[in-house]
């Protein structure tokens, strides 16, 4: 599994302070992408469990609840869903009070359509999905 990088005091991605995980890999490829570097599956870096640790770390890092907010490269896509719904499954469990925010290139109808399971759970998982 591979991530594209982490913003551990990021101000754009979400209302607050935020700590934004980035996937590496989209389908997508839009014009006028914020992050082309994260397009190829094959970039970025290994996904470890210290990266997961480093997360749980960052959300509450000097006293100061942040939200995590995901976003890419795709979260959404089929070659990342397991990897985000590892995220936020085990965020959910070691800080149940986070906010979690997903961005996504995909249309909320259509992730509704798609019955994989991974994708069913983060759907439920998430508090806010900016989507299309």
């Not at 640790?53 to 100061?64: F, P, T, W």
Request: net charge negative; glycine share 10%.
């Amino acid at each position: 599994m591979r991530y594209s990088g982490v913003i551990y005091n990021d101000i754009t991605a979400a209302p607050g302070l935020c700590v934004t995980f980035f996937t590496q890999g989209c389908p997508h490829q839009c014009h006028g992408c914020h992050n082309p570097n994260t397009w190829d599956f094959e970039g970025g870096k290994e996904f470890t469990p210290e990266v997961l640790d480093d997360l749980v770390e960052g959300l509450s890092a000097d006293g100061i609840q942040r939200s995590l907010c995901i976003m890419g490269g795709e979260p959404l896509c089929e070659e990342n869903l397991f990897l985000t719904h590892l995220v936020i499954s085990h965020i959910r469990e070691k800080v149940p009070s986070v906010k979690v925010y997903i961005w996504t290139g995909f249309y909320y109808e259509d992730l509704l359509k798609n019955s994989n399971p991974h994708l069913q759970k983060i759907l439920e998982l998430t508090d806010v999905l900016i989507d299309g």
